[in-house]
């Protein structure tokens, strides 16, 4: 699963353009980081250019990585399930 939030408008993954970032999490080649707009309030998708306030952003990613993670927990629990009726033998009734 990719665990890299997307644009909500065109599903453009979003990098972050800041020097410490770009060095740690870079964009694969011939992705586009997200832009600062000139209020340095708002942030346009690199891709589309669709335009939000940075809580905006921030809510959706708090979403996505909130979705992900709820995701993962219920896929755990399946596992423990699956572990533990594994683990239960089967008596045959029928004798």
Do not use: T
């Amino acid at each position: 699963m990719d665990n890299k939030f997307k644009c909500p408008e065109c599903g453009h993954p979003q990098y972050c353009p800041c020097d410490s970032c770009k060095v740690h999490f870079p964009a694969p080649e011939g992705v586009k980081y997200w832009e600062w707009q000139s209020n340095e309030e708002s942030i346009a998708c690199g891709n589309c250019g669709v335009i939000k306030h940075v809580d905006e952003w921030m809510d959706l990613s708090v979403e996505y990585y909130e979705n992900i993670r709820a995701r993962k927990l219920i896929e755990m629990e399946s596992n423990d399930v699956e572990a533990k009726l594994s683990s239960v033998q089967v008596s045959d009734s029928s004798k």
